[in-house]
């Protein structure tokens, strides 16, 4: 299977050589998408697909993204980004151009629990997901099988409060070994240090087993039986250094009633966190996601 | 329309005047579901629908709702009644036998927005729910209108917090003079006192903008806009003295995305605030629903 | 009601003075977006909203809808639509512009069955369906009493196979009057001649009660039954001359299950198709659908 | 895994050892339920989960399903079919009684694309799915790595029109010799024989990748795509004579846009067709579905 991933990859990367992403966040006011279109435009790219927001017309914030498709865009790139900072500065833009060939590396962190991993590694062998993923980092040994099986590497590296500076250290420095992109905490149950976020903004993407805000914190499948929900869901979220309270990135919900019982609930709950952290992944990898001021923007 | 609808309810009446719906909640143990239906077969009863679930085969509670239809039922009712206190008493049962032409009457009390009242109406008026809406109370005038125009009693009782025990008096005299049988609270928005909602226990139905248990309490759509979530709901269930802590009837929800602010919000909120307060006063009206634990179980 | 309604379009009248709309289809080709976007801030026109969407980036078709906030659009708006003449004319474009404040005016097609009317005179109330209803006709008089009810002109014109000629003749000669922009069939059970059709191109949508094209043509209710499906649905549709073939705008389902007769489906399902023909509405109101080979794009 | 599987089926006989499952359908009259619960009280059977349903309660047919916990059943499971068989005569019942430590064997038939297989082969080492996968046959050599990594016996047997029957032949063996109670067609891209058909009578499961009835036959998603649908579907359904005709066992559906080219129909359609197919294993599995009149029964 990895053999037809590596094809499939190769043939992202070939049909993707002239594609690139533009994405913009500046003070809203007329005149910048004729800015950046005149500019694609004398560059002689196509816009492919284009999504922009605004929070208010006046005196608010305008964000773009712009799919576009430019002949000879390797060799034009680094020019492209050189001369779009004269627009950018004009109109105080925060902005990034990225080139779809150069595909995104992931790193997945995993405890016992693989559900999560396992949907990640589907997704991906089915070409959906068009990551590299560089590595896993587990815990607990319980994916190493199905992670090497595909010819992942996998690191095993126990973990608890007592031991957690050095632990991140391990795992900061393959990080930066496999030059990691971003990094999914697949039901990984550990809580991270704010060293270990902060060298990591809007790079960790977490699933967390509730539909956020309620149930905030440990045990939501046990709580939400408690309190006799009719919906159980799940929620992805970059991860902040407050708990549970990072930008969300995506939600969704299943239909329960009374005859589930704590296990049921966490039956049906798997099938969604799977779903919804990779439909979160996937915006990702795919720079759909602006975050503005703990709220996320997904084109 | 009245009329059309008058004439819906006489011709259910006399369709269910053999209909009669047994509910009962009990510990679990071998033999109730079969001296139930002996007891129903005795009567020549036949069972249309059965619905049951048992917390626990061992040592749990067992609940079992029963519509069956019987010949004579008006005549038998009374003797039936008297003869199952004996069953019940052996398995120490609560438990109640309700004829289904005994159609419920229903109060509702309201506010300034009415749409969660025109919703209720208008299910009323197409005969889908099969109650009598003995009458409606405002502390505002906005429903005066439509409620009068279908010839619904409306009372004007102006409320705030410091007039709450006399505005109270009048409503529990009202409710006690029309024999109301279930209140519904459709988005009326003033806090009840707990003599209030004492005197009507399991028979209050709410409506709570959110999804409970987020955001609890006030201004929830403005604090589901500022966290960002993708999606947002609403939460019908029984009032009881903890504000929102009732036990929950029924919940749905509508994706939202970044590009919704409160006002948005408020208009797909108010869409499915109405259809899910109108599932839990049907589910109600029709002997759908056991409260057990400050949970329901829907059957 | 119809006073609080009065109110509202005037003001939204005045918010959107300024306000534009502009959607285009041509042959897909690189510098579209710039010279849009140039033609706007010429005009010192903001954009608020862009949403594009191209069949195929190389000789595909290229659509595009923006909104726009332009100072003094009133006055300008003559000498706009002269200018984009000389773009569209080099891009081959197909186009509109039209200003928001211009509220377009529709007609309710109805017959026995009031819930889609209902809907559209409730969302209509409550400001979410920014038309004019300009009259509603009916083959039936059921509808008479809610519509004038809220000041709206009512025509009774009874229809059959025989007299459809001169009926629609009657029906022509008053949305010529009305000067109606939008025809809406709101569960209207009467076919309509290709004539009247050919007159209305992109304006009659429809509310078919199926999950198109399962069920094309007459009773679908009954027809989903005898299949046993697991869920119904509803299809909102520009009508065509060819009988439930026409674009389709929108679609949704309801699970049911074995326990829903005939007469089950139809209640659930005419909540399936309030809301679907509602949806449909709004955004054909909005500017927001551009038909493109028997397909719609909706922005 | 497997060795976790192994864990969990035996500890799910284990604990299943006592449960049966009695389902029966007849024709409609007072005193069905009373005998039934006698019968499982006289031996001390206690009732876990019952659902019934009847076409019509007048001159209509009777549907019951019960799991009951019953000591010592696999002791007393022959006499209690002995005994049983006279409440069958008396009230011409059809019906079974099932015990639930016999898991069900499951053969999985699959050409070349795998998401379907794969979701049953994860629900399965979940411990969701409680049934024996004996064997997988595939007309493509696709999935023998997978499938073998699991331990589960892989058969290859090429197949195409002109050798239906030698194929058959050799699949009906491996069915015999591997006591195979259900066969699911898991994107199994060949048409069966009837005579393979009716050796299997309520025994076979498909996935067609359609909301059905809509788009019966071939490629559809390709015509799905053509007529512009808004929503797409997958349906489950026991094999007939009749292609694509068989009694529904589920369906479900996914939002779409114009947006989305065939490739990304299909894509999506992917993820339908595995929660649809597996969620329709299940039922069967566990004894839910009962087939009447080309419809089914899900309780």
């Given at each position: 299977m990895n053999a037809y991933f590596k094809d499939q990859i190769t043939q992202f990367k070939q049909q993707n050589q002239n594609r690139g992403r533009l994405l913009v966040s500046c003070p809203?006011?007329?005149?910048i998408v004729s800015a950046i279109s005149n500019f694609l435009f004398y560059y002689n790219a196509n816009i492919i697909e284009s999504s922009q927001y605004s929070t208010?017309?006046?005196?608010g914030v305008f964000f773009i993204r712009i799919e576009f498709e430019c002949p000879l865009l390797k060799e034009k790139a680094a020019e492209m980004k050189q001369k779009f900072t004269e627009i950018a500065a004009k109109f105080s833009m925060e902005w990034s151009l990225t080139p779809v060939y150069k595909v995104k590396k992931a790193a997945i962190f995993v405890s016992k629990e693989l559900h999560c991993l396992q949907e990640l590694l589907w997704e991906w062998q089915s070409g959906d997901l068009m990551t590299e993923i560089a590595l896993v980092i587990g815990n607990?040994?319980?994916a190493r099988d199905v992670v090497e099986g595909l010819n992942i590497p996998f690191y095993y590296i126990p973990a608890n409060k007592e031991i957690r500076e050095q632990v991140e250290e391990k795992q900061l420095q393959l990080l930066q070994d496999y030059e990691v992109d971003v990094i999914v905490l697949?039901?990984?149950m550990q809580i991270l240090t704010s060293r270990f976020v902060a060298a990591n903004p809007n790079k960790i993407i977490n699933i967390h087993?509730?539909?956020?805000?309620?149930?905030?914190?440990?045990r939501p499948y046990e709580r939400a039986y408690d309190r006799g929900v009719k919906l159980i869901g799940a929620t992805s979220h970059y991860v902040t250094n407050d708990l549970d309270e990072g930008p969300i990135i995506e939600q969704d919900i299943a239909r329960v009633d009374h005859r589930a019982n704590v296990d049921t609930l966490k039956k049906i709950g798997r099938s969604i966190e799977r779903s919804v952290l990779a439909r979160a992944v996937k915006w990702h990898i795919e720079d759909r996601i602006i975050v503005h001021q703990n709220k996320t923007i997904v084109f």
């Amino acid at each position: 299977m990895n053999a037809y991933f590596k094809d499939q990859i190769t043939q992202f990367k070939q049909q993707n050589q002239n594609r690139g992403r533009l994405l913009v966040s500046c003070p809203d006011q007329p005149g910048i998408v004729s800015a950046i279109s005149n500019f694609l435009f004398y560059y002689n790219a196509n816009i492919i697909e284009s999504s922009q927001y605004s929070t208010n017309p006046e005196g608010g914030v305008f964000f773009i993204r712009i799919e576009f498709e430019c002949p000879l865009l390797k060799e034009k790139a680094a020019e492209m980004k050189q001369k779009f900072t004269e627009i950018a500065a004009k109109f105080s833009m925060e902005w990034s151009l990225t080139p779809v060939y150069k595909v995104k590396k992931a790193a997945i962190f995993v405890s016992k629990e693989l559900h999560c991993l396992q949907e990640l590694l589907w997704e991906w062998q089915s070409g959906d997901l068009m990551t590299e993923i560089a590595l896993v980092i587990g815990n607990h040994e319980e994916a190493r099988d199905v992670v090497e099986g595909l010819n992942i590497p996998f690191y095993y590296i126990p973990a608890n409060k007592e031991i957690r500076e050095q632990v991140e250290e391990k795992q900061l420095q393959l990080l930066q070994d496999y030059e990691v992109d971003v990094i999914v905490l697949a039901r990984y149950m550990q809580i991270l240090t704010s060293r270990f976020v902060a060298a990591n903004p809007n790079k960790i993407i977490n699933i967390h087993h509730s539909f956020l805000p309620a149930f905030i914190g440990a045990r939501p499948y046990e709580r939400a039986y408690d309190r006799g929900v009719k919906l159980i869901g799940a929620t992805s979220h970059y991860v902040t250094n407050d708990l549970d309270e990072g930008p969300i990135i995506e939600q969704d919900i299943a239909r329960v009633d009374h005859r589930a019982n704590v296990d049921t609930l966490k039956k049906i709950g798997r099938s969604i966190e799977r779903s919804v952290l990779a439909r979160a992944v996937k915006w990702h990898i795919e720079d759909r996601i602006i975050v503005h001021q703990n709220k996320t923007i997904v084109f």
